[in-house]
């Protein structure tokens, strides 16, 4: 069983930056893809950024150029630094984990196995 525990969330103006960190329990923490959802009040959870096992990135559109995703195995913990933050970014963001690569859509809530309790991001403008 893996634990994940998001911290960095909070709030800040339009054009600011947060950087969010989410850290395991596992010592195989290296094995595991990784990826960022979040999820809006009345909307579904949605993929933002994905890193695999061999460090390989991917970003959904909305957040390409200004989100960077990052893993840093000897501490176990993933992050996601997020710069140019508009309003629409505004939701709970959470970290997952899958062993090896996702046998579903990297986007798909469906595809992770471990998940973290959430941190709220809000962006006023």
């Known amino acids: 069983q893996v634990q994940l525990v998001e911290s960095g969330g909070g709030s800040v103006q339009a054009g600011g930056s947060l950087r969010l960190s989410c850290a395991a329990s596992?010592?195989?923490?290296?094995?595991?893809?990784l990826a960022w959802f979040r999820q809006a009040p009345g909307k579904e959870r949605e993929g933002v950024a994905f890193?695999?096992?061999?460090?390989?990135?991917t970003y959904v559109d909305s957040v390409r150029g200004r989100f960077t995703i990052s893993r840093d195995n000897a501490e176990s913990t993933l992050s996601l630094q997020m710069n140019s933050l508009k309003s629409e970014d505004t939701a709970k963001y959470y970290c997952?984990?899958?062993?090896?690569?996702?046998?579903?859509?990297?986007?798909?809530?469906?595809?992770?196995?471990?998940w973290g309790q959430g941190t709220q991001v809000t962006v006023s403008s």
């Open positions: 890193i695999d096992w061999n460090r390989a990135t």
């Open positions: 596992t010592l195989q923490f290296g094995s595991y893809s």
């Open positions: 997952a984990a899958v062993w090896g690569y996702p046998q579903k859509s990297r986007w798909s809530p469906d595809a992770y196995n471990y």
